[in-house]
């Protein structure tokens, strides 16, 4: 749109002097009213129009910046500024401080928005972060369980609120953007990032994938286009769909291995939520480190461009994973400049290059400058990358809310977790043959013992990815309740508690007549991605010795804190009642829930749980299936108002 044009009237005797500063003014003016209409600053313009207008006005510096997202640790205003940065983010356990508040994260995130707003077309930055079981980077987030106890629930509906939790509490922190949902279907449990799938049903995985995008992006209107990506904004944060794809199913559950199927079984079992997620309008895409009969992912353009992109119509953007680029680099065969152009050949639109931004910078401009990587293969990345930008409302509202800091830690959002942890809850064995039930316990007991390395360890039991990558043991990870400290709080004051963490069995022996019953929790540390490869599956020490010392002695009741199946069947026996926590968070209370009968067992088993890991990979289906627990197996008892 032009400016108006502007009429004078001038009288015969006016001095010449006063037309011309009238002219010079009414110019002014027409140019002023000019800048100030640009179509892509237009929130009324279609999107379509607003990314063209924009891209039109763009420099290849400008484009390749929209193209690069930096660690934080890295993200200077001047850096931003000098490289046009499109995005930025916090790898695992990158903080602005150590316990940093909600405050101090949007001061953070809005200081890097002004830089790139001062840009020469003031395009926002995306900050991103892996958002993966809550805002589990952030101090005092409230720690939801991980994915696989997610899947327990069976409920999609509870899901969706776990998402919208998140969401409000990574807006908390200025954050617009996670990582998350992983939309794995994890076929073998030796994988170290088991934890972070639903199931080994990919049905199951739909059904939560379905439930969580909207969750976290908001819902998006009947009819909407398909794969067009859709973020509510406000209290909405925009989702990843990760990593494409076929991660969950490498050879023996090798992180980062490659996947051997056939295509029909790869779009059969693993690309169905991918799927899912471009229906509801997933806004981006991350690809996976694992490769498919044998072609690294980030470099298959058969499955990026003409699968996700062309089949299944996805127009939000793709993104690499942590470095991606340097791990299909591998001299001296392949240098670091053919793998930035295999890679944007492929259809990747956005690169996390962490730290060596200057130099893919280079290489890329030095490619589109020499043809080859065509400019139009650019145009496509940047234009899908301001697509979300638009349809996220990060123009009209770039910088965070202060409002909205009170929402980290939220009471409320702990109490959807609080439910998650008791939904999530696998009761796999309750009484030995012939005998009652044990489950519920009774709060009115005269004596309990409470046994084992989980039961009092709040990074426990959160797991990997909670503030940390890796993940870290004790009580002063984060805010939440730790299992011991729920149980002192479920049962009645008069009744008197022992803990021990690694329990002498000798002393037990003297006193244990004296214990109604025992609650044992053991499980394994927390680990992330490749470092929690295992393809032993036992349960860590001293974990065994004390189901052994204790069940032996003490009706007892083992919880198993892990991130997935572990080979239990050679103590089984002494167990009284089994359950299976998953990585329940920070909401210990949700377990005492259940074992005291304030509310029953509902989980069912999301995945397969063996009796020998040579028997693995088995999943449900499979022609010789001969589990200890099969797929779907899941003991269920009613909530008991009597606790004599």
């Known amino acids: ?243 494409f794809v076929g991660d969950g199913g490498t050879r023996d559950g090798i992180n980062e291995n490659n996947t051997v199927l056939s295509f029909h079984d790869l779009m059969r079992i693993h690309m169905p939520p991918y799927d899912d997620a471009v229906i509801k309008g997933v806004a981006s895409v991350m690809i996976s480190y694992s490769s498919w009969n044998g072609v690294k992912m980030h470099e298959n353009r058969f499955l990026i461009t003409d699968i996700l992109k062309n089949k299944l119509k996805f127009r939000g953007f793709v993104i690499t994973d942590w470095q991606a680029v340097d791990r299909i680099t591998t001299p001296p065969h392949k240098h670091y400049y053919h793998s930035i152009q295999e890679t944007i050949h492929a259809g990747i639109d956005m690169v996390m290059i962490p730290y060596d931004y200057p130099e893919f910078v280079a290489d890329l401009t030095t490619q589109v400058s020499n043809g080859s990587i065509k400019l139009d293969r650019i145009n496509d990345a940047v234009s899908r990358i301001l697509r979300v930008k638009f349809a996220m409302g990060l123009f009209e509202n770039p910088l965070p809310d202060p409002r909205l800091a009170g929402e980290l830690g939220d009471k409320e959002h702990r109490q959807i977790a609080r439910e998650a942890v008791r939904r999530s809850l696998v009761l796999l064995k309750n009484g030995k043959h012939g005998e009652k039930p044990v489950l519920p316990l009774s709060k009115k007991a005269d004596k309990i013992l409470v046994a084992g390395s989980h039961a009092h360890n709040l990074g426990f039991q959160c797991g990997g990815w909670t503030v940390s990558w890796q993940g870290q043991g004790g009580n002063n990870v984060t805010a939440g309740t730790t299992i011991l400290e729920a149980i002192k709080a479920a049962v009645d004051e008069s009744t008197v508690i022992d803990y021990t963490e690694h329990p002498d069995k000798s002393s037990i022996a003297e006193s244990a007549k004296e214990y109604d019953y025992a609650v044992v929790v053991v499980g394994e540390e927390p680990y992330a991605e490749t470092e929690g490869d295992n393809l032993n599956l036992t349960i860590p020490s001293p974990g065994p010795k004390v189901i052994k010392d204790v069940c032996g002695l003490v009706k007892c009741v083992v919880v198993l804190v892990s991130g997935r199946p572990l080979v239990v069947e050679p103590y089984i026996g002494a167990m009284d009642a089994f359950v299976a926590a998953w990585l329940p968070g920070t909401e210990g209370h949700g377990v005492a829930d259940v074992l005291f009968g304030d509310h029953g067992f509902t989980g069912k088993l999301p995945r397969t749980w063996f009796k020998s890991v040579d028997q693995l990979p088995m999943n449900f289906g499979d022609k010789h299936y001969n589990p200890l627990f099969p797929f779907g197996f899941g003991l269920t008892t009613k909530p008991s108002h009597s606790q004599s």
């Open 1 to 243: 749109m032009r400016a108006a044009p502007t009429t004078m009237w001038r009288s015969p005797a006016a001095p010449a002097c006063l037309l011309v500063a009238a002219v010079l003014l009414s110019a002014v003016a027409a140019a002023t009213a000019g800048e100030e209409y640009v179509k892509y600053k237009d929130p009324k313009k279609p999107i379509g129009e607003r990314v063209d207008d924009l891209l039109s006005r763009m420099t290849l510096a400008e484009k390749i910046g929209q193209m690069s997202q930096i660690e934080r640790a890295n993200a200077t205003s001047a850096v931003i500024e000098k490289y046009f940065v499109g995005s930025v983010l916090s790898g695992g356990g990158s903080v602005p401080s150590e316990k940093a508040t909600a405050k101090e994260w949007q001061q953070m995130v809005a200081k890097m928005q002004k830089a790139a707003l001062k840009t020469r077309l003031g395009i926002p930055i995306i900050y991103g972060i892996d958002a993966v079981h809550g805002h589990n980077n952030v101090h005092n987030a409230t720690i939801f369980p991980h994915n696989v106890g997610l899947g327990a629930t069976r409920d999609p509906k509870l899901v969706k609120r776990i998402g919208q939790s998140t969401a409000h509490e990574a807006r908390a922190t200025g954050i617009p953007y996670t990582f998350a949902p992983c939309v794995a279907v994890c076929r073998d449990p030796r994988w170290g990032r088991c934890y972070e799938s639903y199931s080994e049903d990919t049905k199951l995985v739909q059904l939560m994938t379905s439930a969580m995008v909207p969750g976290l992006q908001g819902d998006a209107p009947a009819r909407y286009p398909k794969g067009t990506p859709f973020v509510a904004g406000g209290m909405n944060v925009a989702g990843c769909a990760k990593h």
